[in-house]
């Protein structure tokens, strides 16, 4: 999805080393405070910022980490319930996050090689996954059987003319160098059909599918994002879908159901109706193929003014903020009893595209979610690859300590809504 308003003007301003696409981020701290101690410790921090059960926290005295771990068991929006081994914890501690359990479930992986004789690189493999005490890519889960899992990586040896296939696994020649192909369990196609899940068995193209595999968790985890969602107690959120306009049709419109854009980039369409209007309530959208415009609408009936963000994602791991649509500029307030339709348009690009809609009562950085697509391998050239962006959990994460910062008192008092969402998938069905 792109913008379909906004002109084309480049330009660079400010610090050049800035995140654009998957750039640089500043790092979010992962220190807590323990608030009560009791049967358990309470920790400030809670499923916002993706804490999840069985997530760990070691306690920090002198500008070091001790041997007293804080385990989390009961998690609250705001708040964690955590048991205490290896010692005893207090009041005012400061706990550092070392070991982090995705609050959604993992991807199942299956490694498999095409020929016997590669079952040797397989190792190589799992050391993706499974390196030490934490696992380096934690969105994931290795499973044996292909039958369960939600991708499978082969090793292949695709033979000369079957490089570029998308469809099936390439014929094996034992004369050619291997390569890591990331299909679905089927085998009928790349996952997620995304043409450059494939690098080879060498240092950079394991880096480059390592890098790849946490752009496709980090997506995974703004579809399972862990909010309660936007519902009587939050603003409402609503798409609006447009097609474009017929010959003769636009002065059979009425004023509220035609749009026509300005500045629209080359190649869309200016004048648009409004084809429906549809409900944020989660799960999956069937759209139309001529519905390819979107906006978003907010009916705010509560008694408090929400600020309103939302990214827009593909499969192929791209994520966008569009609201706001530059980093630096201050989001929407949607007033108690105001109902707003938003002015920034975007267009459809792909079939199956992905929405997500957040209402806060506090303003948040939504473009630290920014992200590039899965990256091409490109040969074997030295260089640094492009830096992913911070996780979702980053994001919140972020929220929770700017809430922080307004007080020592912590989180207690502070409503369930504070933070509130809703994501809507896109799909032309064929």
């Keep these: 999805m792109r913008d379909a308003q906004i002109p084309n003007n480049p330009q660079l301003e400010g610090d050049a080393r800035m995140r654009v696409f998957g750039g640089r981020v500043a790092k979010v701290p992962k220190e807590f405070t323990v608030m009560a101690i009791g049967p358990t410790a309470r920790i400030n921090v809670g499923t916002f910022a993706g804490i999840s059960e069985k997530s760990e926290f070691t306690v920090k005295s002198d500008d070091k980490l001790t041997n007293v771990r804080l385990i989390a068991r ?27 359990q995705p609050s959604f479930s993992a991807l199942k992986v299956a490694l498999k090689a095409d020929l016997p004789s590669d079952e040797s690189l397989l190792p190589q493999l799992r050391g993706l996954f499974v390196s030490g005490d934490e696992p380096p890519l934690p969105a994931y889960e290795l499973v044996d059987a292909q039958s369960e899992s939600d991708m499978v990586l082969w090793i292949t040896r695709p033979s000369e003319g079957e490089m570029d296939k998308t469809t099936g696994l390439p014929k094996s020649d034992e004369t050619r160098e291997p390569w890591v192909w990331v299909m679905s369990p089927d085998e009928n196609a790349l996952y997620n059909k995304q043409k450059d899940l494939k690098t080879p068995m060498s240092e950079k193209g394991l880096s480059v599918l390592k890098n790849n595999l946490e752009r496709l968790g980090n997506l995974r985890g703004l579809y399972n994002i862990p909010l309660p969602e936007v519902g009587s107690d939050g603003p409402t959120i609503k798409y609006k879908l447009f097609a474009p306009v017929a010959d003769g049709e636009w002065s059979t419109l009425s004023k509220d159901n035609r749009l026509r854009l300005t500045g629209a980039k080359l190649g869309t369409p200016l004048d648009w109706k409004l084809s429906r209007v549809v409900s944020a309530d989660g799960g999956d959208i069937e759209r139309q193929p001529e519905e390819r415009l979107l906006s978003v609408r907010v009916e705010n009936n509560t008694n408090r003014p929400y600020y309103i963000y939302a990214v827009n994602a593909t499969p192929d791991a791209k994520i966008f903020p569009f609201l706001p649509l530059e980093e630096f500029t201050t989001p929407t307030l949607v007033k108690p009893g105001q109902s707003l339709d938003f002015e920034h348009h975007l267009f459809f690009e792909e079939e199956d595209e992905y929405a997500r809609v957040f209402a806060t009562l506090d303003p948040i950085n939504i473009h630290i979610l920014t992200q590039a697509a899965i990256e091409k391998y490109r040969g074997e050239k030295k260089g640094s690859l492009r830096d992913n962006k911070n996780s979702v959990e980053d994001m919140l994460r972020e929220q929770i300590y700017r809430g922080s910062a307004r007080g020592s008192g912590g989180f207690s008092g502070v409503p369930p809504t504070t933070l509130t969402s809703t994501g809507v998938r896109f799909m032309i069905k064929r």
């Design 74 to 100: 009961n998690v609250e929006p705001y708040f964690c319930e955590a048991t205490v081994e290896g010692g005893a914890a207090r009041v005012g501690d400061t706990v550092v996050l070392t070991k982090w």
